[in-house]
């Protein structure tokens, strides 16, 4: 079950669709060099982080960090190649994936003192491999998803200007596509909060 919080984590972080976000609707893709450029903005986010893990559970955390990422991407989906509306939904959405690159150690060792809890092997290489695996599958799986709706909206590499089922197929692919896979993400930290907030503090104590 872990293993989808770093498949959807790389799904979302993907940039397949951006590059043709910013050429084609915004009309510049130069321009997306900027928006990333801007996200740097964000990093001192990750110095609260430890902060943070003091006062709430890990999944309460990425919960939170992952509801910003609906709404960032929800603003961006309405922007219409507006690059002021862009910028806030963009740094409001960036902060969606620190913590869950920050915390995937912390994620691992909970489930491996879970499994000892259980009587079970600890399992750390294994499930390490399988978060590694399942990052490099949301990538792959994000950029054919991207490729197979392209084609399915009419889009054509070889137009200027593309035809208004591939630009609204591009705005659904940059930004509503990925403001679902948070809501994802938020249901599944809603899920493993039985085990950070109900069982690991029981393990702890004993």
Not at 157 to 172: D, E, F, K, R, Y
Not at 177 to 187: E, H, I, M, S
């Amino acid at each position: 079950l872990y293993s989808l919080l770093p498949l959807l984590a790389a799904m979302l972080t993907a940039s397949a669709a951006s590059g043709y976000y910013f050429r084609y609707i915004v009309g510049n893709l130069g321009l997306q060099g900027v928006m990333a450029a801007l996200r740097f903005v964000i990093l001192p986010v990750m110095l609260a982080i430890p902060w943070l893990m003091k006062r709430f559970s890990v999944s309460q955390i990425v919960l939170v960090s992952a509801a910003l990422g609906i709404v960032g991407n929800i603003v961006s989906s309405f922007a219409l190649g507006s690059l002021p509306v862009l910028i806030v939904g963009g740094l409001i959405a960036a902060v969606a994936p620190l913590p869950v690159s920050y915390t995937g150690a912390v994620f691992i060792l909970d489930l491996c003192t879970y499994n000892e809890w259980k009587g079970n092997r600890r399992l750390e290489s294994t499930i390490s491999s399988f978060s590694g695996i399942f990052n490099k599958l949301g990538a792959a799986a994000m950029a054919l998803i991207v490729g197979f709706v392209l084609q399915q909206a009419g889009y054509d590499g070889t137009l200027a200007t593309q035809p208004a089922s591939a630009l609204a197929a591009i705005n659904v692919l940059a930004y509503v596509l990925p403001a679902g896979g948070w809501l994802l993400v938020v249901a599944l930290m809603w899920f493993y909060g039985r085990v950070d907030r109900g069982i690991l503090p029981t393990i702890q104590h004993e």
